[in-house]
């Protein structure tokens, strides 16, 4: 929801709530990436008018010290940067233990390698396809390689992709092996949002 309507939330929250599975949340606070959005007050809002499940996106430090109120806002996923976790799998431990499934987001320049002794233990992987804070961003190439990889790592895994994921290259990203997608400009920075949205949901299903 970071490219939507804040003066319209709650229209735009309908719109996702109507054609999205998930609802994906980037929390900013201007240390881990150069950017702000948003704290509590709005999302414990978007809880209280979406239907369907919550996918927060902690691009902070010390994500940790969230685990308890992220788990009371009802979130399914609870996703932290490996970059800000020095103590990753005690984090994971923690976000399970709350009742929430853990996910962990690598920037583009970190490799997958990263989390093989981790990888076990983890519910979803998100691979940031752009350098995070800014939404609007083109895909980086070479994060399709990293999507193989994490696919031959650990083949049941939930891999998402998140920054410039568009309708000419989101076909493109499942077929590497990705199949959660994170969409914000592609969709709420169009005239037709809703047709957009009918677009992707045929690609990804198609």
Do not use: W
């Not at 999205?20 to 999302?43: Q, R």
């Not at 430090?61 to 996923?77: D, H, R, S, V, W």
């Not at 994921?165 to 989101?170: A, E, R, T, W």
Request: with cysteine; hydrophobic share 45%; net charge negative.
């Amino acid at each position: 929801i970071l490219a939507a309507d804040f003066l319209n939330l709650g229209r735009d929250i309908e719109l996702l709530n109507n054609h999205a599975d998930i609802i994906h949340l980037d929390v900013m606070d201007g240390t881990l990436v150069p950017n702000i959005s948003f704290g509590f007050p709005v999302l414990e809002a978007v809880a209280k008018a979406c239907t369907k499940k919550l996918d927060v996106h902690y691009m902070i430090n010390n994500p940790g010290n969230y685990i308890e109120q992220t788990a009371k806002l009802g979130a399914m996923m609870m996703n932290v940067h490996y970059e800000a976790c020095p103590h990753l799998h005690r984090t994971i431990q923690e976000i399970h233990n709350a009742g929430m499934k853990a996910g962990v987001t690598l920037n583009p320049a970190t490799p997958v390698s990263v989390l093989e002794d981790i990888i076990k233990d983890v519910d979803m992987v998100l691979l940031m396809s752009v350098n995070p804070g800014f939404g609007g961003q083109s895909l980086i190439p070479y994060c399709l390689d990293k999507i193989r990889e994490l696919r031959e790592m650990k083949p049941e895994l939930d891999i998402q992709i998140d920054g410039g994921v568009k309708l000419d290259n989101i076909l493109a990203c499942k077929e590497a092996g990705a199949n959660v997608f994170v969409v914000g400009s592609a969709i709420f920075g169009k005239p037709n949002p809703e047709e957009v949205c009918r677009e992707f949901v045929k690609l990804v299903n198609g």
